[in-house]
């Protein structure tokens, strides 16, 4: 009997460590089911995830840079993908396509369970304005902190999301000049930069005191942003890893009803990342 067939989409995927984390749950929980990698070509999103259902796919994970395609496939969406305007999470059912966003919630659960930091009342800085940062707006807001800013190369995308979002919550946008007066209690990353081993443009003064310093991506050494926060004497530090697992289960209770448990995974892949940074120092990753 065939299995059902999941599948995590982007461009790279090479280093995703979806197979493993979805693997890893299916087998605590008793599902059947296979889940792959697949590099989509830049210019053919939808065509190849129309093949992968074609070839009886269930579902899919979606990761950069096709977040914003993906919801523009979508046939129906939920309300945390609908706010957000981008999806990462796909269930391909009844000849429709649901799309999803478990990244804000991911991120969420990592802070506030994973890392115990209270959200609430804080000044956060979310660098980036792309379907990364889209994803998790409005859970941050839902925390209430104090403020909440978006900081973006060209300050007219980090406006743009500022404007839907401006109901929610207290919420700004600045381009990276602006930021040089300003202090965060808690700093995440959301471009991409990590991806390329570099890190955006920010001044070293946005750090506060007893900071969080937060990467959505995740390498095999300590990503150029994590460095660059401790060299400003960030203390606190943490990667995606732990955002990678907790938005994983989201999808996969999305698509099979059933909720994993995810210290133990984290936990897994914290420890096979710690080890790898001594033998392949330059792999990286990106946020699935």
């Not at 493993?20 to 605590?28: D, E, G, S, T, V």
Request: proline share 4%.
């Amino acid at each position: 009997m065939m299995l059902d067939q999941y599948a995590v989409i982007g461009n790279p995927i090479s280093h995703s460590q979806s197979p493993r984390i979805h693997a890893i749950f299916a087998q605590q929980t008793s599902q059947s089911m296979e889940y792959s990698a697949i590099l989509a070509p830049l210019d053919q999103f939808k065509i190849t995830v129309m093949q992968f259902i074609q070839q009886s796919g269930r579902g899919m994970n979606v990761t950069v840079p096709f977040k914003l395609e993906a919801y523009q496939i979508a046939t129906r969406l939920t309300e945390r993908a609908s706010l957000a305007q981008a999806v990462n999470t796909l269930k391909f059912e009844n000849n429709e396509i649901l799309g999803d966003n478990t990244d804000g919630i991911g991120l969420i659960h990592d802070i506030t369970r994973n890392l115990t930091v209270d959200l609430a009342a804080k000044r956060i800085l979310l660098i980036g304005a792309g379907g990364a940062s889209r994803g998790v707006i409005m859970p941050l807001l839902q925390q209430k902190p104090f403020r909440l800013v978006i900081a973006n190369r060209t300050f007219e995308k980090a406006k743009t999301l500022q404007q839907q979002f401006k109901y929610y919550g207290n919420i700004t946008a600045c381009d990276f000049d602006n930021l040089s007066n300003q202090a965060f209690d808690i700093v995440i990353n959301a471009t991409s930069a990590s991806l390329q081993n570099t890190f955006p443009d920010i001044p070293a003064c946005i750090f506060a005191e007893d900071s969080l310093a937060y990467d959505m991506m995740y390498h095999a050494e300590p990503t150029a942003f994590l460095r660059f926060a401790q060299q400003c004497g960030v203390s606190r530090l943490a990667d995606g890893i732990g955002m990678l697992v907790e938005q994983a289960a989201e999808s996969f209770y999305v698509w099979r009803n059933v909720r994993p448990e995810t210290q133990s995974v984290i936990a897994i892949l914290k420890s096979q990342t710690y080890m790898s940074r001594s033998t392949h120092p330059n792999q990286a990753s990106n946020s699935k």
